[in-house]
């Protein structure tokens, strides 16, 4: 009798763990019918968590089940992609299922890629792995084979390429001592900095389209102007780039940001960029910054 008796207090112990892990499976089916976007799913050992990710717009929603309110601790949430950038969230909803029973959604919009934003300033694709911290307790999430194969067909259709610049720098110091700059240069992947001209480029090509963002800080004690940008390919007629401007002059202490776009074949393996994209104030007229064509080849 009393065997009989421990047994239906185990099985009732389980079946009333179960409905918990049930519903939070069913939320997602439903999360995952309001948001098609969604379209990665993680598994963990969690079974009071559940990781989703869009492979759209590179967001990512944590749903997860807990005996408390978890939506006022939000700075003690966050999510880590493998190689990538800490996130806090976004955004919390929270829903009250019963007594001590709750479910968050906690959207993250993470740097998926550290090194990739740094070139590009984009996100970067969305990674095998993350780390989930919430309230002090640490999951790990992995994107299962189903998704992580269709993932990978997908991303390498729409593979981008990163375009870093290459300077000659015992040329350039030679050209700006000779035309009385500083012969100060310095060059790091897609930051060039000359004679006091700090100029940071990050080009990539997605979807067919080179974007170039570009940030030209005048550090100097004269004034500089910047030009419309000039794209030259070895293979291809010269191409200007889209979104055409007058020339704008930068005062010292001053600094211009703009995007740019242009079209590249998927084979160019390197362009080059105008000399006279910058031309810094010398007496009486402006001359060229750059001693020759700024060159950027394929990572």
Do not use: W
């Amino acid at each position: 009798m009393n065997k009989y008796i421990a047994l239906c207090c185990i099985i009732m112990a389980v079946v009333s763990c179960k409905p918990e892990t049930d519903s939070l499976e069913k939320a997602v089916e439903n999360y995952k019918t309001e948001h098609p976007e969604m379209d990665l799913e993680f598994t963990s050992s969690n079974q009071n968590m559940k990781l989703l990710g869009n492979s759209s717009d590179l967001n990512m929603a944590l749903m997860v089940q807990s005996s408390k309110d978890l939506s006022q601790k939000y700075m003690e949430m966050t999510l880590q992609p493998d190689g990538g950038n800490i996130a806090t969230p976004t955004r919390i909803t929270t829903d009250s299922m019963a007594e001590n029973a709750f479910r968050h959604t906690i959207i993250f919009e993470p740097i998926h890629d550290r090194s990739f934003y740094y070139k590009t300033g984009e996100k970067g694709n969305i990674q095998q792995k993350y780390k989930a911290i919430i309230s002090g307790q640490e999951t790990t999430f992995n994107m299962d084979s189903i998704h992580r194969s269709s993932y990978i067909q997908k991303t390498s259709r729409n593979r981008q390429v990163i375009y870093l610049p290459k300077l000659n720098k015992e040329a350039q110091m030679t050209y700006q001592d000779s035309m009385g700059m500083t012969d100060f240069v310095y060059q790091s992947d897609n930051e060039i900095t000359l004679a006091g001209i700090n100029f940071i480029s990050k080009v990539f090509t997605k979807d067919d389209i080179t974007h170039m963002k570009v940030r030209i800080i005048n550090r100097s004690q004269t004034m500089i102007q910047v030009s419309s940008p000039l794209i030259m390919v070895a293979t291809q007629p010269e191409i200007s780039s889209v979104e055409d401007f007058e020339t704008i002059t930068i005062a010292p202490g001053n600094r211009l940001e703009s995007n740019f776009t242009f079209h590249l074949s998927t084979n160019t393996e390197k362009f080059s960029l105008s000399k006279k994209l910058i031309t810094i104030r010398n007496t009486d007229t402006y001359i060229p910054l750059l001693r020759e064509n700024l060159i950027f080849e394929r990572e």
